[in-house]
């Protein structure tokens, strides 16, 4: 099974666009998985121009599925994870001013930094993901540093799938196969969406998780969020 987590960073953004409480992030981390998402993601940056670290507090002890945290681990973020207690921290290398995440870590030029902060999550039993590009050399160093997922960074994916789809999923599916064969998980992220999210899942059949946030809620825009959830949660069966 692949589990979907639902990034709720989106629904912060129109929220803070007006400074008031609506839509009310509180309820839609309930809803998201009432309507059947299997976990809930957050990627709190430095600007809190989305979700807040306040946010990340509130919606804690309402998630019965997995949370994900997501983010640059600098202290402010690993103090809110190591008080937080996600089941899963996945570690993105985005500098501070960047519009979204774009790229993986260089695991082998932070393989001292990240083997650290991995340690020091995965003593207090949260599991590490870190977020890479298909690589296999980088692929192989996050093996050395002791986590225990990959989550592939799908954007350049998405982008050519629609040019040619078997072109674009061919990286990530070597990518995909060694990590598994040295014994990581593997999740996936960035830009997925109702078009290409099944042709991921039926080339990667053992896929861990996907964390979908962007398309997602455009789609809900025009079908409801309950039906959009349905709707993710039918391409990866
Ligand atoms: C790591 C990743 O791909 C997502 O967390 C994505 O960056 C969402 O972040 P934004 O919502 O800030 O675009
Ligand atoms: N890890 C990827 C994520 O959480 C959501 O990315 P996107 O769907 O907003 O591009």
Not at 102 to 116: C, D, M, Q, T
Request: proline share 5%; charged share 25%.
């Amino acid at each position: 099974m692949t589990k979907l987590s639902v990034n709720i960073n989106k629904f912060a953004t129109l929220r803070n666009a007006r400074g008031g409480n609506n839509p009310n992030i509180v309820k839609v981390t309930q809803d998201v998985q009432r309507f059947g998402a299997n976990g809930v993601t957050v990627h709190p940056r430095p600007d809190e121009r989305h979700i807040r670290y306040q946010d990340v507090l509130d919606i804690a002890p309402l998630i019965y599925t997995e949370f994900n945290i997501e983010g640059y681990p600098d202290k402010r973020w690993l103090d809110l994870v190591l008080r937080v207690k996600p089941t899963q921290a996945t570690l993105v290398p985005d500098a501070p001013n960047v519009l979204t995440s774009n790229a993986g870590w260089n695991v082998s030029e932070n393989s001292v930094f990240l083997k650290e902060i991995v340690d020091t999550l995965q003593r207090e039993g949260i599991r590490v993901s870190i977020f890479v590009e298909t690589d296999l050399k980088n692929i192989e160093k996050v093996a050395e540093i002791g986590a225990k997922r990959i989550e592939l960074y799908t954007e350049p994916y998405a982008r050519q799938y629609a040019e040619n789809p078997q072109k674009a999923v061919e990286p990530y599916i070597k990518a995909a196969e060694l990590a598994k064969n040295i014994g990581l998980e593997v999740n996936a992220g960035h830009d997925l969406s109702l078009e290409n999210l099944a042709f991921l899942k039926r080339n990667i059949p053992f896929l861990a998780e996907v964390s979908i946030g962007h398309a997602l809620i455009c789609d809900a825009l025009y079908v409801g969020l309950e039906n959009t959830i349905q709707l993710y949660l039918r391409q990866l069966e």
